[in-house]
């Protein structure tokens, strides 16, 4: 079994469980962008890859790319791993797309990628790291376990030209008698701006985004905490609502 298999595995292990551990042992342990993205690939063959998260590169040795592996769609109900005892979420934009981007020669223009997303969504991302809090792993350990993601939860459709161009949103999270208001900031200039460099970076490396796939872009307000087994609604003003509930994996 080659290093990345044994990665994949490791970090598989902990993600079907739910469980935290310590750094990965050093004979695996990833430790650089292409080590984390070797390990995605092995981790696409133990399961299903049903959608990718995405972000602009924060810094020129950093990317924010990784499989997405459990997508949730056409519910009520958001089933999650709980963490420090509540769900942890992030408010997202979704663009699902409705045409394969195979490998090419040469990039990817924003016209043919926008023509490739068939629908825009609210969406959740599901956050759990698998590693323990004293764990000091390093941003290569994190990428390969994909960034914190347990999953994402593709919420109603939304219009396609305000989701792309979507910069800031007034966020109404109301569970019970709760009501939080929250003041919604994309990380990069446009929400569709980190789905048109995850195409063209993954066509580099001879990797195609196939149809279907559930794309996250980059939370509006990063990590979230929500009470479980409560009715939730999730308001972005002038955009859409929808009411969810949080249940224990």
């Not at 390990?39 to 959608?51: R, W």
């Not at 592996?69 to 109900?77: G, H, L, P």
């Not at 109603?156 to 979507?166: G, Q, R, Y």
């Not at 009501?179 to 569709?192: E, F, M, Q, S, T």
């Amino acid at each position: 079994m080659t290093a990345f298999k044994q990665a994949a595995q490791e970090l598989f292990n902990r993600r079907k469980a739910g469980t935290k551990e310590s750094r990965l042992e050093e004979s695996f342990r990833p430790t650089s962008i292409d080590d984390a993205m070797a390990i995605h690939e092995e981790m696409s063959d133990i399961a299903e890859v049903g959608g990718w998260k995405c972000l602009l590169p924060p810094a020129e040795d950093k990317i924010i790319a990784a499989p997405i592996f459990n997508v949730q769609k056409d519910s009520a109900i958001v089933t999650l791993f709980e963490d420090n005892s509540v769900a942890r979420v992030e408010p997202e934009v979704c663009f699902v797309l409705n045409q394969d981007l195979p490998v090419k020669t040469g990039d990817y223009s924003e016209a043919e990628i926008i023509e490739a997303i068939g629908s825009a969504h609210m969406a959740l991302e599901l956050m759990q790291s698998r590693f323990s809090e004293d764990a000091e792993q390093s941003f290569y350990e994190s990428l390969a376990d994909c960034m914190l993601n347990q999953g994402v939860f593709v919420g109603p459709e939304i219009d396609k030209k305000t989701a792309i161009a979507l910069k800031k949103i007034k966020i109404n999270v109301t569970q019970g008698d709760e009501l939080r208001k929250l003041d919604g900031v994309h990380p990069n200039d446009r929400a569709i701006d980190g789905l048109i460099w995850l195409v063209n970076y993954m066509n580099s490396r001879g990797l195609s985004l196939k149809a279907g796939a559930a794309i996250i872009t980059g939370s509006f307000k990063g990590i979230v905490n929500m009470a479980f087994d409560i009715e939730t609604s999730i308001e972005y003003e002038g955009i859409g609502e929808y009411s969810v509930t949080f249940k224990r994996a």
